[in-house]
């Protein structure tokens, strides 16, 4: 193995310590903006956030120091996941603007994306079906109170 | 001994009524589709459901949701047994002899063998929770919040010692987990954190969308992505088991039930841990006579019992202590959390008719698995012709308007998103989330707790060494912690 190729797997494996670190900096740069203590000199508001935000900064530079075997855990191919947060992200979008029906075939047809191996027209048949399903327990039989097309 | 009696008592009638013997077949039902289906585990499921417990009184809402936990232990049994391929995490210890025994030509027996050692150690591990809970819980009402705040660290150390993440990244999870807990109006004092402004997070970080995301959504993709292909099962035959199956499997089944339930009752145990080490007292056991590892029914026993009866007793930590013991009781505590209820030794107090709706309830719906699983087994390996991809888009469709339906909120279902990415990340990146969604459940009690000890204590750290049971539990958290240190350095 080269020495290129072991910068790049250690890079790898810091690479979650080092995050968590990072977001232990901002949670304490967040925190210390809060009381540390009270006048009354009972514990403030910032004195537990600050304790663990310390503590997620050390034991993530810790675990960027020490981790090994990141590299080799990272699967291959993100098209599901990615697939999968779009069909969340479609029916957070769809839902205020266009109704229930058309964010649920969205997002039912985005998740049968997910997997590949559906022709495009078996995929939105699908995701019809299910959206129509979705529609009939939760608008139907649930009442919830949205629309099943057109705006809130 | 009274005590139990009179929780069971109390519980009885709630248990026995018509809507919630419903939920509880719903939920064995359900338990045990997620169970034989790879990819969707009890965990997820449970999450995934959050939303419907709201339209459900408390009872009903906790009996369907312990209900897919142990469901799924059988469950698990049947994609164990006949495709070496374990529906849930503990079902890989069954695999290894059940897997012999179906390509043996036994699975039915193998898989009949697997559902009456569960039914018995849930019957046990009922009885031993009914007997332990009220003592637990009065050894924890005596505490004060120097203890308090020592039990629940001894609770997240556990949790992270039986993480499969690394110790260093486990600790460090649960403590970003502590802090998104802590998002919103700091009980104390009023004042907003780590809210930047955004009024929907006054309140905190939504339990649903953290749990559905980082467990629901993360763990469909984890499906995916390793493969959801159906498979060809091998034939099942009768699910009866022969007379020598039964005389070979009881006294395993009764060990199995014996080292799970105890298994169970440890905070972070899990209910892998059980049915492993049931197999090892096994092993052990049929290693001087040599048979092992040819398709044993002890094999099969011995793990199955254990992991169903690890499953109910790890009820124990949360209803006697308020300590969720592995990721399924902390979505468990959150739906206690959602009902107005908070886990703890106030529980077993106050709510006896509610502990002894559940006890009661495990015991009924054991049994209603057994009538599930025996008869119908061919139609739940049938199952498994089922594509990932169709219960994917059904689950994530549920998921999206079940969230909808209970908090009506936009922004919850943007947390949904970002809990579901931080999931996929934390997958991809080889780290189990439990370790972040115990540290949030555990935030706002344990913030409270410490902040209270300091205060009687005049600010004074030594507090937390000066009582004897304070200082014992935290000496129980770094012996954990220094134990899984050492397991984890040891070469496999």
Same mark, same amino acid.
């Given at each position: 193995?080269?020495?290129?190729?072991?910068?790049?797997?250690?890079?790898?494996?810091?690479?979650?310590?080092?995050?968590?670190?990072?977001?232990?900096?901002?949670?304490?740069?967040?925190?210390?903006?809060?009381?540390?203590?009270?006048?009354?000199?009972?514990?403030?508001?910032?004195?537990?956030?600050?304790?663990?935000?310390?503590?997620?900064?050390?034991?993530?530079l810790l675990h960027a120091a020490t981790a090994r075997g990141a590299a080799q855990a990272a699967p291959g191919g993100a098209r599901a996941g990615i697939m999968l947060c779009l069909a969340v992200a479609g029916f957070a979008l769809l839902l205020p603007r266009v109704g229930f029906l058309p964010a649920s075939w969205a997002a039912g047809s985005l998740a049968l994306a997910a997997a590949g191996g559906m022709r495009p027209l078996a995929i939105l048949a699908g995701g019809g079906a299910l959206a129509l399903a979705a529609t009939a327990l939760f608008l139907g039989g649930l009442g919830l109170p949205t629309p099943a097309l057109g705006a809130r | 001994m009274t005590e139990a009696l009179a929780m069971l008592g109390a519980g009885l009638g709630p248990a026995l009524l018509p809507g919630n013997l419903l939920l509880c077949l719903a939920g064995v039902a359900l338990g045990t589709?997620?169970?034989?289906?790879?990819?969707?585990?009890?965990?997820?499921?449970?999450?995934?459901?959050?939303?419907?417990?709201?339209?459900?009184?408390?009872?009903?809402?906790?009996?369907?949701?312990? /209900?897919?936990?142990?469901?799924?232990?059988?469950?698990?049994?049947?994609?164990?047994?006949?495709?070496?391929?374990?529906?849930?995490?503990?079902?890989?210890?069954?695999?290894?002899? +059940?897997?012999?025994?179906?390509?043996? +030509?036994?699975? /039915?027996?193998?898989?009949?063998? &697997?559902?009456?050692?569960?039914?018995?150690?849930?019957?046990?591990?009922?009885?031993?929770?009914?007997?332990?809970?009220?003592?637990?819980?009065?050894?924890?009402?005596?505490?004060?919040?120097?203890?308090?705040?020592?039990?629940?660290?001894?609770?997240?150390?556990?949790?992270?010692?039986?993480?499969?993440?690394?110790?260093?990244?486990?600790? &460090?999870?649960?403590?970003? /987990?502590?802090?998104?807990?802590?998002? +919103?109006?700091?009980?104390?004092?009023?004042?907003?954190?780590?809210?930047? /402004?955004?009024?929907?997070?006054?309140?905190?970080?939504?339990?649903?969308?953290?749990?559905?995301?980082?467990?629901?959504?993360?763990?469909?993709?984890?499906?995916?992505?390793?493969?959801?292909?159906?498979?060809r099962t091998l034939p099942v035959g009768s699910p009866w088991p022969a007379r020598r199956d039964v005389s070979a499997a009881a006294g395993p089944a009764l060990r199995g039930s014996v080292i799970g339930s105890a298994i169970g009752l440890l905070p972070g145990a899990s209910t892998l841990l059980a049915a492993l080490a049931a197999q090892a007292a096994e092993r052990g056991l049929f290693r001087r006579r040599g048979r092992w590892g040819q398709g044993e029914m002890a094999g099969v026993a011995a793990p199955e019992a254990a992991n169903n009866a690890a499953a109910q007793t790890s009820f124990a930590p949360l209803l006697a202590l308020g300590l969720p013991a592995n990721a399924a009781m902390a979505v468990l505590a959150g739906a206690m959390f959602l009902q107005g209820i908070?886990? +703890?030794?106030?529980?077993?107090?106050?709510?006896?008719?509610?502990?002894?709706?559940?006890?009661?309830?495990?015991?009924?719906?054991?049994?209603?698995?057994?009538?599930?699983?025996?008869p119908f087994v061919g139609l739940w390996a049938a199952l498994l012709r089922l594509p990932l991809r169709l219960l994917a888009a059904l689950v994530i469709v549920l998921c999206c308007g079940g969230l909808w339906a209970s908090s009506g909120s936009v922004f919850d279902l943007w947390l949904l998103l970002g809990f579901a990415i931080l999931g996929w990340a934390l997958s991809r990146a080889g780290l189990d989330p439990t370790p972040l969604l115990i540290g949030f459940t555990l935030a706002a009690p344990f913030e409270e707790a410490l902040r209270r000890a300091l205060v009687l204590a005049r600010g004074d750290w030594s507090v937390f060494l000066q009582e004897p049971a304070s200082a014992t539990l935290l000496a129980a958290a770094a012996a954990t912690t220094a134990l899984a240190a050492w397991m984890r350095r040891r070469p496999e």
């Open positions: 193995m080269s020495f290129l190729q072991l910068i790049r797997i250690r890079a790898i494996d810091a690479t979650p310590g080092l995050l968590l670190a990072a977001l232990g900096v901002a949670c304490l740069v967040v925190a210390l903006g809060q009381p540390f203590r009270l006048p009354s000199g009972r514990p403030g508001p910032g004195f537990v956030p600050a304790l663990l935000a310390a503590s997620l900064t050390v034991l993530g | 589709l997620v169970g034989v289906l790879p990819g969707l585990g009890p965990v997820a499921t449970i999450a995934l459901l959050l939303p419907v417990t709201f339209a459900l009184p408390p009872a009903g809402a906790l009996i369907m949701l312990a /209900g897919i936990y142990y469901g799924a232990q059988y469950g698990s049994s049947t994609t164990a047994i006949l495709l070496r391929v374990p529906g849930e995490a503990s079902g890989v210890v069954t695999a290894q002899e +059940g897997h012999l025994l179906a390509r043996a +030509g036994r699975a /039915g027996p193998a898989l009949g063998i &697997a559902a009456l050692a569960s039914l018995l150690g849930g019957v046990i591990a009922a009885l031993v929770l009914a007997l332990l809970l009220a003592p637990l819980a009065r050894f924890a009402i005596a505490f004060g919040p120097a203890e308090t705040a020592a039990l629940m660290l001894l609770g997240v150390a556990a949790a992270v010692a039986l993480s499969p993440a690394p110790l260093l990244a486990a600790w &460090a999870l649960a403590a970003f /987990g502590a802090l998104l807990g802590l998002v +919103g109006t700091d009980v104390a004092g009023g004042r907003p954190r780590f809210t930047f /402004g955004i009024p929907e997070l006054a309140d905190g970080i939504g339990f649903i969308p953290l749990a559905m995301g980082l467990f629901g959504v993360a763990e469909l993709i984890r499906a995916l992505e390793s493969g959801g292909a159906a498979r908070a886990p +703890g030794p106030g529980v077993v107090a106050e709510r006896p008719d509610l502990v002894g709706a559940i006890i009661i309830s495990m015991l009924v719906g054991n049994a209603m698995l057994v009538a599930l699983n025996l």
